[in-house]
Nanobody, 122 residues
Framework: QLQASGGGLVQAGGSLRLSCAAS????????IGWFRQAPGKERQFVAG????????YYLSSVKGRFTISRDNAKMMAYLQMNSLKPEDTAVYYC?????????????????WGQGTQVTVSS
């Protein structure tokens, strides 16, 4: 199971840190991804971190502003979001992928947490 938390309301330019808590599985062997879905839009890949070498991959529009990390000992993953923009407003989801590499499609992920709302006001 995955549990996402840390969302909230923040002004543009502000920061939030999302957390994803895993339980019940060998967390170390899963790629973790963060996705987001804005109203009326499809779910979008935001960032991912592999389990073999910790390689990371980001949506181009968040690169340099967002940082994904993981703590295997605590079975936690994080998404640090800085310099937030109104267009970052969405429900954010964490997901786990069994295959190696960092998938950018939601269909590559096997397990999903519930979403956490992030709202950035202008």
């Amino acid at each position: 199971q995955l549990q996402a938390s840390g969302g909230g309301l923040v002004q543009a330019g502000g920061s939030l840190r999302l957390s994803c808590a895993a339980s019940g599985r060998t967390f170390n062997n899963y790629t973790i991804g963060w996705f987001r879905q804005a109203p009326g839009k499809e779910r979008q890949f935001v960032a991912g971190i592999g389990w073999t070498d910790g390689s990371t991959y980001y949506l181009s529009s968040v690169k340099g502003r967002f940082t994904i990390s993981r703590d295997n000992a605590k079975m936690m993953a994080y998404l640090q979001m800085n310099s937030l923009k109104p267009e970052d407003t969405a429900v954010y989801y964490c997901a786990a992928q069994r295959l190696r590499g960092v998938g950018v499609s939601s269909s590559a992920y096997d397990y999903w947490g519930q979403g956490t709302q992030v709202t950035v006001s202008s």
